[in-house]
């Protein structure tokens, strides 16, 4: 059985509500994500691809994301708290791409946040709403990946419950002309249970241990 495109509509969790991203948030989003950190670490092709200027970086996020052929998102916090930092604001991007719907294939990828907000729980439920999507939509494998220099990112995809599939050698140029190898990783849908219950329970933590 081939997978479904899952529906384009808000994922509503209890820290964030992943929305279909538009054109005319891009202001906002620009808040949250044009900052040099952001890039430092590999997103939009490295920190020479980074822009200061509005009007160059959203010409850059035109044709970044894929607007026309996948599912891309915006990350809002609920706000249900209204003293946490950033509530009821943008805060990232994410985007279920690559839709390969006869082989049950997935990309969750593009994915940047405000720096505020790293570390914080929201990278955590808004991979559990988008795995959770994707596989109560039919897929058999999503795909994560990060440059291969991008320690970081690498650990936080791990820390999912991905598996490491290996390194695709010279695969894209970086901002700065250098060739990026990309580390690529992956969780199957016969894996997906026992990594629901660990972003759950990650997530389980992080609210307990934010109110005390």
Same mark, same amino acid.
């Given at each position: 059985?081939?997978?479904?495109?899952?529906?384009?509509?808000?994922?509503? %969790?209890?820290?964030?509500?992943?929305?279909?991203?538009?054109?005319?948030?891009?202001?906002?989003?620009?808040?949250?994500?044009?900052?040099?950190?952001?890039?430092?670490?590999? &997103? %939009?092709?490295?920190?020479?691809? =980074?822009?200061?200027?509005?009007?160059?970086?959203?010409?850059?996020?035109?044709?970044?994301?894929? &607007?026309?052929?996948?599912?891309?998102?915006?990350?809002?916090?609920?706000?249900?708290?209204?003293?946490?930092?950033?509530?009821?604001?943008?805060? %990232?991007?994410?985007?279920?791409?690559?839709?390969?719907?006869?082989?049950?294939?997935?990309?969750?990828?593009?994915?940047? =946040?405000?720096?505020?907000?790293?570390?914080? %729980?929201?990278?955590?439920?808004?991979?559990?709403?988008?795995?959770?999507?994707?596989?109560?939509?039919?897929?058999?494998?999503?795909?994560?990946?990060?440059?291969?220099?991008?320690?970081?990112?690498?650990?936080?995809?791990?820390?999912?419950?991905?598996?490491?599939?290996?390194?695709?050698?010279?695969?894209?140029?970086?901002?700065?002309?250098?060739?990026?190898?990309?580390?690529? =990783?992956?969780?199957?849908?016969?894996? &997906?249970?026992?990594?629901?219950?660990?972003?759950?329970?990650?997530?389980?933590?992080?609210?307990?241990?934010?109110?005390?």
């Amino acid at each position: 059985m081939s997978a479904l495109r899952p529906p384009f509509e808000p994922l509503v %969790g209890r820290l964030v509500t992943l929305q279909p991203l538009t054109r005319e948030q891009l202001p906002e989003l620009f808040e949250a994500i044009g900052r040099p950190e952001v890039f430092a670490g590999g &997103w %939009g092709g490295g920190p020479a691809g =980074y822009r200061p200027d509005y009007v160059d970086w959203a010409a850059f996020m035109n044709d970044y994301l894929a &607007w026309d052929t996948a599912l891309v998102y915006g990350v809002r916090l609920t706000g249900a708290d209204s003293s946490a930092p950033f509530a009821g604001r943008l805060v %990232g991007t994410t985007t279920l791409g690559d839709l390969d719907l006869e082989n049950e294939s997935a990309h969750i990828g593009w994915t940047a =946040y405000a720096p505020e907000v790293w570390g914080a %729980g929201v990278n955590v439920e808004t991979k559990l709403l988008l795995l959770g999507s994707a596989f109560d939509n039919g897929f058999g494998r999503v795909k994560l990946q990060a440059d291969n220099l991008n320690e970081r990112s690498r650990a936080a995809i791990l820390k999912l419950g991905a598996t490491f599939e290996g390194v695709l050698r010279r695969m894209q140029r970086r901002a700065d002309g250098t060739w990026r190898d990309t580390a690529v =990783y992956s969780i199957l849908a016969d894996e &997906w249970p026992a990594v629901r219950a660990g972003l759950d329970a990650r997530l389980a933590a992080h609210q307990d241990s934010s109110r005390l």
